[in-house]
């Protein structure tokens, strides 16, 4: 079965600009997660959709969002950005419920000039 | 707060030799972990699990053992492979957490 599709894989804007990265999870799962990775700060959750509705959220500001829609795909949305928001960012989906493997796409790679 | 650590960013081991990757986490919420590899410019690669209740799971040259009490674990591989050579990404869930949490990884380097 198809994996998980991040779009678009590499991305440059300028500081101040919005920027909207699309997921499409494996067919069936219900959970959608973004993970922003950096050299200096490792792997880091943004937050989990589930069934279209937020359920977990980590420590970023207000300037990171998302939605899920009906159909389990999944966009995050980072409004005036800022240089340090250069990163690789990940999506991965699971079934969500119960002991659940995750499992990313190839990421998008945002870079800010 | 670092709740998943691997304190070793790095790991050289010669090919057909044992690789031990260690994680140490300090978190009692976790409830099952997860290894995984990845490539640079990929995403992760999911490569095994271990629930809280077990102490020790295997996956053909794979092996996570669990030590609850030192909230320890460790990944074994063997024999290991050039092929092998990646990040490892130890990573920490729980079934009423909804998130991973992932240790800083360890460069594991196979040399032929």
């Known amino acids: 079965k198809a994996g998980v599709t991040q779009t678009p894989r590499y991305l440059i804007k300028t500081r101040g600009q919005q920027v909207t990265l699309s997921c499409s999870p494996i067919s069936g799962h219900r959970s959608v997660s973004w993970y922003q990775q950096t050299p200096g700060q490792g792997l880091q959750f943004l937050f989990e959709?589930?069934?279209?509705?937020?359920?977990n959220k980590g420590n970023f500001p207000g300037r990171f969002s998302g939605r899920q829609f009906s159909n389990s795909r999944s966009e995050m949305n980072v409004s005036t950005l800022e240089l340090g928001d250069s990163a690789l960012y990940l999506c991965a989906s699971s079934s969500g419920q119960g002991i659940a493997v995750y499992t990313f796409g190839s990421g998008t790679r945002l870079t800010v000039v | 707060d670092q709740q998943v650590k691997q304190n070793s960013p790095s790991l050289s081991v010669q090919e057909g030799r044992i690789s031990i990757l260690n994680c140490d986490y300090t978190n009692s919420m976790f409830d099952y972990f997860l290894w995984y590899k990845k490539y640079p410019a990929e995403g992760p690669t999911f490569l095994i699990s271990i629930s809280s209740i077990k102490d020790k799971n295997e996956d053909g040259r794979f092996t996570v053992f669990l030590n609850k009490s030192a909230k320890h674990l460790s990944l074994h591989i063997v024999p290991s492979q050039p092929g092998d050579s990646a990040v490892y990404f130890c990573?920490?869930?729980?079934?009423?957490?909804?998130?991973?949490?992932f240790g800083q990884g360890t460069i594991l380097t196979v040399h032929p």
């Open positions: 959709y589930f069934s279209e509705t937020q359920r």
């Open positions: 990573v920490a869930g729980g079934t009423s957490y909804g998130k991973l949490t």
